[in-house]
Each structure stands twice: as C-alpha cells, then as structure tokens.
C-alpha cells in the first residue's frame, strides 16, 4: 500500500505530482550504438553531474555490492488467427508450469475484434505454426486467456514470436532488437519486458567493475506487461499493482549480509531488482532478509516507503505519472528527483527503454 508521506506543500501525493512534459524526440527508439555508450546523470551528490556508462566502475566503491536482474525477455508478441480468418496478436504475459510433457501452458493478453471462444483454437505463425486451445478467461479481472499448446511453449515462442518491444517505440522488432532488448547476462526466461537499466552494461564494463573490487549479485523478477500500466486513479492509495514473480536466492542473501559486513553499499541494477529485494525484505519481517526467498510481490512503492535493503540505485528515465516515477521518488526525494529530470530533459537525454541512465542515492 502507499505510505502517508507528504509533498513538500504539505498534503498528500496525488497523480499529477509526477507529470512533466517530455518532448516526443526525447524517447529512445533504438539504442546507443554500444551499450555502455550511454550517457549517465550522477545524481548522486548535490548538484546533477553528465557522464558516459563506462564510467560507473569510478562511481563505485571496492566492496560495494552490484545486484543484477538475470531475467530473459521472451519473444512474447505472437501474430495469429481464428478460425473464422479473424486477426489476433497476443502478448504472453506468462508461462505456467506444466505436469505433461507433450503440452504447455501460459497467460496471455489477446487482441482480436471479437475475443476467441473457450474451447476455440487460435493459429499462430501461420502455416508452419502452432495451434493454442483457449481454455478460458484469467487472472484478477479476467483480462488474460489461459492457452494451451503442444510441445515446449519456449520453443515456439523462440520459433515464431517476435521481441514485445514496450508501446512507445514505434518501430516493428527487428534482429537488432532480439539482442539489445536483452541484458548480457539474461539466463532464466520468463520476462515481457526488459529489466532495461542492465541493457547499458558490456563485459567491458563487468570487467572493470570486478577489478575496482565490486561485487555482483543477482535475482529473478520476471517483468510483466503490468509494467506499461497506467495509474488511472489521481488518489495512488486506490492504484492496484501487478502481480510478478521474482526470486532471491539464498547466494545472493549471504553476498548482501557480506557486504553490510564490510561496510559496502547494495547497488540495484534497476527497479525490477530493486522490488525484488525490498519485497523480499517485507517478507522476511523482523528478523530481517536470512534466507532465500521467491513468491509473488505486488509491491507499491511511493514516497514515505522505509527502504531496508538497497542503498544506490541505477535507472533508465521512466514514463510521466507511472509507478516507476513514484519508485525513484520514493528512494532518492521528491525534489531531487524531479530537478534531475528537467536537468535531464534540458540537457537532451534519451528516456525509457532504450534511453540513458540515472545513478541515484538513498535520501
């Protein structure tokens, strides 16, 4: 739930608190042509100061704990039809786990003039594709279909699904997309979405930062397509997130208890990585983050939030009046937050997916 924190005017955040103008030749459509070529606003001291990615091993401290989203985005976006010859595309929101081997399960958002009947078959991929039987409506609001396909669900994906770039890149997928819509170090797929502050690093860049003597961990949260969701209610205490699964391993529990212990600082690649910890901590409870821990989080961080893992967080720019805005305004201040941001805007850097990044502090 949203915390009680207030504006700096002294009442409640509302909506419209986390709108700005963002010019529409400031959103990324491609990304930079090396991945650590990105620029990086330091924003972690009184005044913004602009730098390239590959400096970020500079930033950092020897003992400092880097904590990466290992997350891999599936080829989610599926173009098919009915029976009947109608259009469908679909977006895979998630994959179930399955007790047969012959057959796959998965969630999946459905886009057709008139939504398939249960029982109905919907072709994907064309002649050389695959059929999915729609077994019927899911999820909290009945907005996801439940699909059920022959074979390996990864395997077709991988075969006949196309890279669910996010809305506001206009552009088709195209086989630039199948690599740099992907972290180097992506390993367990589940996502519809990039953990995008982790797309800027190259083996480069984990070189220097395991020879600066920073430590690097990782988690699992698997983005889901709730990501893009907007906030339709200016009272963020009537805002319902999305559900995510996500994972903590007990390896990476003990590199953080490591590094308070040798007084480093916990560095999260990202957002994603970031709800993941600090849901994982909300679970935990009292005793505080001792063991592995994985489940759903539904986590709604705003301004007021008592943070009890992450230190320093790395981020891509986000969408005007989103959860994410709220995130980082929650983390690093309300006022420094949005000084960054018009910094950015003035100073011409590139937003959201395929944009820059931001280096934050804990307020």
Same mark, same amino acid.
């Given at each position: ?38 620029? !990086?606003?330091?924003?972690? =001291?009184?005044?913004? %100061? ?9 930033? !950092? ?32 929101? +998630? ?6 081997? +012959? ?13 398939? $009947? /249960? ?21 909290? @609001? ?5 699909? +059920? ?23 088709? @997928? ?29 083996? =480069? ?10 430590? $690097?961990?990782?988690?699992?949260? *698997? %983005?889901?397509? &709730? ?6 209610? /200016? ?8 559900? /995510? ?19 480093? +600082? ?11 910890? /600090? ?15 994985? &489940? ?15 230190? %320093? ?29 018009? *910094? ?14 931001? !280096?934050?502090?804990?307020?």
């Amino acid at each position: 739930m949203p915390s009680s924190a207030l504006h700096p005017h002294g009442r409640p955040f509302q909506l419209a608190d986390f709108d700005f103008h963002l010019p529409a030749e400031l959103i990324a459509q491609h990304p930079a042509p090396e991945r650590s070529a990105s620029r !990086l606003l330091d924003g972690t =001291g009184l005044l913004p %100061v602009d730098r390239v990615f590959r400096a970020l091993p500079t930033l !950092l401290r020897p003992g400092d704990l880097l904590v990466f989203n290992d997350t891999r985005v599936l080829k989610a976006r599926l173009f098919g039809e009915k029976p009947t010859g109608g259009a469908v595309e679909a977006l895979v929101e +998630r994959l179930l786990p399955s007790t047969d081997a +012959r057959h796959g399960e998965m969630l999946a958002h459905l886009r057709a003039s008139k939504s398939p $009947r /249960e029982g109905s078959t919907v072709r994907f991929g064309g002649a050389d594709g695959f059929d999915a039987l729609v077994l019927g409506r899911a999820g909290p @609001d009945g907005s996801l279909f439940h699909l +059920r396909v022959e074979g390996d669900p990864l395997v077709l994906l991988e075969r006949h699904g196309h890279v669910p770039l996010p809305p506001y890149i206009t552009h088709d @997928d195209a086989p630039e997309d199948a690599e740099r819509y992907q972290t180097v170090f992506a390993r367990q797929p589940g996502a519809v979405a990039a953990p995008t502050a982790a797309l800027h690093f190259d083996e =480069g860049v984990l070189a220097a930062l395991a020879a600066a003597g920073v430590a $690097r961990a990782h988690v699992t949260l *698997h %983005v889901g397509a &709730g990501t893009f969701q907007p906030v339709r209610t /200016e009272n963020l205490s009537e805002h319902r997130m999305h559900s /995510e699964w996500y994972d903590v391993p007990q390896t990476t529990v003990e590199a953080i208890a490591a590094c308070r212990a040798r007084g480093g +600082r916990v560095v999260s690649v990202g957002t994603t990585t970031l709800r993941a910890l /600090e849901s994982a901590a909300r679970h935990a409870g009292r005793g505080g983050l001792a063991q592995a821990v994985s &489940g759903e989080t539904d986590i709604f961080i705003t301004p007021g939030f008592h943070f009890q893992v992450v230190d %320093v967080l790395l981020t891509n720019f986000h969408l005007p009046k989103s959860t994410l805005m709220m995130l980082v305004s929650a983390f690093a201040g309300y006022p420094q937050v949005m000084a960054l941001y018009r *910094h950015a805007i003035e100073t011409g850097y590139r937003f959201f997916s395929y944009g820059d990044a931001m !280096l934050l502090q804990r307020a």
